[in-house]
């Protein structure tokens, strides 16, 4: 496979801070994205990082450090809404339109 | 506001069936592409068109076939389904792949008996 890694579920109370970790191998990157998908529905687009720093956006922010292979996606202020699956896509490759994406993280968001 | 709309959204085949995924998108964009979502599983990409007339294979298109006459269509089609088919298959579009998001539809849920 691709190798992209990250935990499979979290859980957290509503208020809270949870931060997503994604690790990829580095060879070929082009780009990492982080994708929300609640369940049954369509992912849709949260944030990208190319360069190495935080991107922030809002309650959601994203860190990438290319040379560690290596992105998280912090959630701040948890509200039950956010209880989806968090999905790390890393675009790998001289090839356009090869986006790899991990398993996905599930979040649970508790009252 | 359609976006990218996908017909149909659920479908049971029989093993041997063949069957056409329709995608299409009213966002003039150029890119396009089918992934497949396995429970439990990240996306894997299908196929993908860079333009209409261009397509390329992704990590998992054998069973699989796509054309792009339009900018707007990209179908997918199944020859002679097999239960490893059945998966939730996403149909998305973008304006460019490298540093924008991608729109997805809503997903045909595909079951092979």
């Known amino acids: 496979g691709q190798n992209i890694d990250q935990p499979t579920e979290m859980t957290a109370t509503e208020g809270a801070i949870v931060q997503i970790n994604c690790t990829y191998q580095?060879?070929?990157?082009?780009?990492l994205f982080w994708y929300q998908q609640h369940a049954g529905e369509a992912p849709t687009f949260l944030s990208y990082?190319?360069?190495?720093g935080l991107e922030e956006k809002g309650r959601f922010s994203s860190f990438l450090s290319r040379s560690k292979g290596y992105s998280y996606l912090l959630l701040k202020e948890l509200q039950m809404k956010d209880s989806a699956s968090y999905l790390c896509?890393?675009?790998?490759?001289?090839?356009?339109?090869?986006?790899?994406f991990g398993r996905g993280t599930q979040l649970t968001v508790w009252p | 506001n359609a976006g990218v709309t996908q017909t149909p959204k659920f479908r049971i085949l029989k093993i041997g069936q063949s069957m056409t995924l329709q995608c299409t998108q009213d966002?003039?964009?150029?890119?396009m592409y089918w992934y497949r979502q396995d429970p439990g599983m990240g996306l894997k990409l299908i196929y993908y068109?860079?333009?209409?007339?261009?397509?390329d294979k992704g990590e998992v298109p054998n069973g699989y076939n796509v054309s792009r006459s339009t900018t707007e269509d990209f179908p997918l089609r199944l020859e002679l389904a097999a239960p490893s088919q059945t998966s939730v298959y996403f149909c998305?579009?973008?304006?460019?792949?490298?540093?924008?998001?991608?729109?997805f539809g809503q997903g045909t849920r595909l079951t092979v008996v």
């Open positions: 966002m003039n964009h150029n890119y």
């Open positions: 068109s860079v333009g209409a007339g261009i397509t």
């Open positions: 896509a890393v675009n790998r490759g001289s090839t356009l339109g090869r986006l790899y």
């Open positions: 998305a579009s973008s304006p460019q792949t490298m540093n924008t998001e991608a729109f």
């Open positions: 990082n190319v360069l190495d």
């Open positions: 580095t060879s070929g990157f082009n780009g």
